[in-house]
């Protein structure tokens, strides 16, 4: 069984600056691709980035490419969301994921955490 549990999300001003943690547990010993996804009220999942466990090239959404950046600390287990100059349409609820491949797609990750709340005010 595989966990992950976000972390540090909140309020921000436009413009401003946020980093989400997202920590997994359980079958670690197994090194899952990490992607964040995330959802705005009524609208569809979307990916925003992803980062394999071997590699220092993540991949991102275009919507967020120069802004945010994905990184992973191996030794903690925890992949961060670094997110600046943020916009009011960042607001979402975000997710990370972990799956056995790199993919933008949702259906490819197999174990997702609970989410945590971005809300970006203008």
């Known amino acids: 069984q595989v966990q992950l549990v976000e972390s540090g999300g909140g309020l921000v001003q436009a413009g401003g600056s946020l980093t989400l943690s997202c920590t997994i547990s359980g079958r670690t010993s197994i090194t899952y691709p990490m992607a964040w996804f995330r959802q705005a009220t009524a609208k569809e999942r979307e990916f925003v980035g992803v980062?394999?466990?071997?590699?220092?090239?993540?991949y991102y959404a275009n919507s967020v490419k120069g802004r945010f950046t994905i990184s992973r600390d191996n030794a903690k287990n925890t992949v961060y969301l670094q997110m600046k100059s943020l916009k009011p349409d960042d607001t979402a609820v975000y997710y990370c994921?972990?799956?056995?491949?790199?993919?933008?797609?949702?259906?490819?990750?197999?174990?997702w955490g609970q989410g945590t709340q971005v809300i970006v005010s203008s």
């Open positions: 980062i394999a466990w071997d590699d220092d090239n993540p």
């Open positions: 994921a972990a799956g056995l491949e790199v993919s933008n797609e949702a259906r490819a990750y197999d174990y």
